[in-house]
């Protein structure tokens, strides 16, 4: 017995390259131009998305026969604005700095257009254990792309990872700033990632031909 | 029975019933997490105060790294000798004296003119000599901007820490950047005579590497002229009212 059949498995794997939210769909640009830095708020971001998206999806799945079709939206929102103040106030109390890092853009979960779409898309139609998967699925696929782009920026920007100093030190120019290596300060200026973003839609793009448009 | 939920009547009692199950959830769990939330602002103070003190872990040119946590309760009251508040010109010891509010010293007054505001005074010991950390409470372009001033008992700047609330990034935030606060370090804050100057943040720069230290002047942050404007005041207004105590402490 496999543990999930085919259709499960593809609501999980989809989104992660064919569908991707953000290469292929271009939804959650802001946020993803603004965490990713630095990897570690990239990856608070995208663990606390998943979170959001997976339990919002079980919710609003259950409760879709129940929601009345003209509070439809909001009774979405309410249900993204409730899981956010959660992961906010969890934040808040056990990672206080992480969570000034990441001030505004915890909130701005609730504005992510993504997981309003997955809720108005997806868990309004189907069953609790499926929307939980499209949800995580989704999430995974918004995750990945900024944890690249965090690991790239963080890397060639300040090099480093998760704080740990990958090229030597740039102060006491040790490692390969001996040999006159230098950080690119514009890696870490949001610019940066509209441009990183945009380098990997190009190379997915360019591997898999389904994506392209027909002229 | 099917339910009819396009029904006016469901909708409501629909809408009403979601509200108060949410409504409590959250408050219920904004109250459990209430401790850990205050510890954590409670253990950022102490870090802003020890920051101005020149207590920190940069290492780089332009961290802004404060202590450690773990070690910021320790450190705290090993550095801090006393804390006061000053009202109606009088000193009044309180061990939390940190904690005061300013946003709501300046409601209680708006309230009630009467009111005599408390004016919280750390008093810190740094090389043998005493150093006082008085918190700052302004204006910026958007938001509150706030912060903490170390000052010799000539009113001469030993360190500044400053934070805001929501000012734009890139232009006003950057008063918490390095290049911005360090150059306050050693500006004095009266003049010869000991009149109060406090310190201005101003363009037209003729002194880039701020080497005059007499001049009452640091350097603006191009494009944020108004948070800029309002670090200026914030600093004139806040130490104004200790005047009397630290013409006090010279006599």
């Keep these: ?215 | 029975m099917a339910l009819d939920t396009s029904k006016n009547s469901y909708t409501i009692i629909f809408a009403v019933i979601m509200v108060v199950v949410v409504g409590t959830a959250l408050a219920g769990l904004s109250n459990g997490l209430k401790p850990l939330v205050e510890a954590n602002q409670r253990a950022e103070k102490m870090q802003n105060i020890l920051y101005t003190l020149g207590f920190n872990e940069n290492e780089g040119e332009s961290d802004v790294r404060k202590i450690s946590t773990d070690v910021v309760e320790e450190e705290f009251n090993k550095y801090i000798k006393a804390q006061y508040y000053i009202q109606d010109g009088e000193l009044i010891e309180d061990d939390e004296a940190y904690l005061i509010s300013l946003p709501k010293e300046e409601n209680k007054l708006r309230r009630d003119s009467e009111y005599k505001r408390r004016l919280p005074l750390i008093v810190a010991e740094k090389e043998g000599e005493d150093v006082y950390v008085i918190p700052l409470l302004g204006s910026g372009l958007w938001d509150a901007i706030w912060g903490f001033i170390a000052l010799d008992k000539e009113m001469v700047v030993q360190g500044v820490y400053f934070g805001h609330d929501g000012e734009t990034p890139g232009l006003g935030a950057e008063i918490s950047q390095r290049y911005f606060m360090d150059p306050f370090e050693g500006e004095h804050l009266l003049d010869e005579n000991g009149r109060f100057m406090g310190v201005e943040v101003t363009k037209g720069n003729q002194d880039p590497r701020n080497a005059r230290k007499k001049d009452h002047k640091v350097d603006a942050i191009a494009g944020s002229t108004i948070t800029g404007d309002g670090v200026t005041a914030m600093i004139k207004n806040t130490l104004r009212m200790y005047l009397p105590y630290f013409k006090s402490l010279k006599e």
């Design chain 1, 1 to 215: 017995m496999r543990l999930l059949s085919k259709r499960d498995a593809n609501l999980i794997l989809d989104p992660l390259a064919d569908n991707n939210p953000i290469t292929v769909q271009v939804l959650g640009i802001c946020s993803a131009l603004a965490v990713t830095a630095q990897l570690k708020p990239s990856i608070v971001m995208a663990v606390a998305v998943m979170f959001v998206m997976g339990m919002g999806n079980i919710v609003i799945s259950l409760l879709r026969n129940l929601i009345p079709p003209k509070i439809r939206i909001i009774a979405q929102l309410i249900v993204v604005a409730t899981l956010v103040i959660i992961v906010d106030q969890v934040l808040k109390a056990y990672a206080y700095e992480l969570s000034n890092q990441l001030s505004v853009f915890i909130g701005l979960i609730i504005t992510n257009c993504i997981i309003m779409g997955r809720f108005e898309a997806f868990a309004l139609g189907n069953g609790p254990w499926e929307s939980f998967l499209d949800g995580i699925g989704n999430a995974a696929g918004y995750g990945i792309i900024l944890i690249i782009v965090g690991t790239l920026r963080e890397l060639f920007g300040s090099g480093t990872l998760l704080g740990f100093e990958v090229f030597g030190s740039a102060v006491e120019g040790t490692g390969l700033y001996a040999l006159g290596y230098e950080n690119n300060g514009f890696m870490v200026l949001p610019p940066m990632a509209l441009i990183v973003v945009g380098l990997i839609i190009w190379v997915q793009r360019f591997y898999n031909k389904e994506l392209h448009e027909d002229n």
